[in-house]
């Protein structure tokens, strides 16, 4: 079964830092999606991303933060200067269509600022 | 706003026990309901959905789900289970007018004992 994989698995980083997180989403899969979960909490939506924009944000995902979809195939999440709070496992997924189908999730990347 | 709420954090059952897992949303409209299982160590994956239809729904690894909608509950339930059940529980509601995200509520932590 086709599987959305993500890199790095964990990542370590000092607050301030810039960190990319990259994802491979399922490839006949349209719509893509970042999630986050701090230790212990639920599952956030941070956005939706959809032919080549950002179609849905929450209001975590601030300046900070941005997606892209480089080359087809990747879609990643950067944050430009983390914190300490942006320590989390951050999970990319992917579906075919948009609510109706069900969300395909990567195994995460658990990212710890320092 | 749509929110989810999941009543039980942790649940401990012996082996054979049934399960019964609770799960509400806010939302009033159409809604497309979900659960998903994390494993120890592992991603999100898709137990089972409504969309429409039988609001009894069977998924995977004998669990199923039945959508209420007067209740606006869509409480997940396993006959019986077993050691390997152990996982976190996650109810997702998606739905309503220009969004394509999912909530999630904050998770059920099921710990079956041998």
């Known amino acids: 079964e086709p599987e959305v994989t993500q890199t790095p698995s964990h990542q370590v980083t000092q607050m301030g830092q810039e960190v990319i997180l990259r994802c491979v989403p399922i490839?006949?899969?349209?719509?893509f999606y970042w999630y986050r979960q701090i230790l212990g909490q639920k599952v956030e939506f941070l956005v939706s991303f959809y032919n080549n924009e950002i179609s849905e944000k929450s209001e975590i995902f601030d300046d900070q933060f941005s997606v892209e979809r480089p080359d087809g195939s990747n879609f990643t999440l950067k944050i430009r200067s983390t914190k300490l709070e942006d320590s989390a496992m951050y999970f990319c997924?992917?579906?075919?269509?948009?609510?109706?189908?069900?969300?395909?999730f990567g195994n995460g990347t658990r990212l710890t600022v320092t | 706003a749509q929110s989810v709420s999941q009543h039980n954090h942790h649940v401990i059952l012996s082996e054979a026990a049934s399960l019964e897992l609770g799960c509400n949303y806010s939302?009033?409209?159409?809604?497309?309901l979900f659960w998903y299982v994390q494993y120890p160590g592992q991603h999100l994956q898709l137990l089972l959905k409504?969309?429409?239809?039988?609001?009894l729904v069977k998924g995977i690894k004998g669990f199923e789900a039945e959508f209420i909608k007067s209740k606006f509950s869509f409480n997940l339930r396993k006959p019986s289970v077993q050691w390997s059940d152990t996982a976190e529980y996650f109810c997702?509601?998606?739905?309503?007018?220009?969004?394509?995200?999912?909530?999630f509520g904050t998770g059920t932590r099921l710990k079956v004992l041998a």
């Open positions: 997702a509601v998606a739905g309503g007018s220009g969004t394509y995200k999912y909530i």
């Open positions: 939302y009033g409209g159409t809604v497309n």
């Open positions: 997924a992917s579906s075919v269509g948009g609510v109706n189908s069900p969300l395909h």
């Open positions: 409504y969309f429409s239809g039988d609001p």
């Open positions: 490839s006949n899969h349209l719509y």
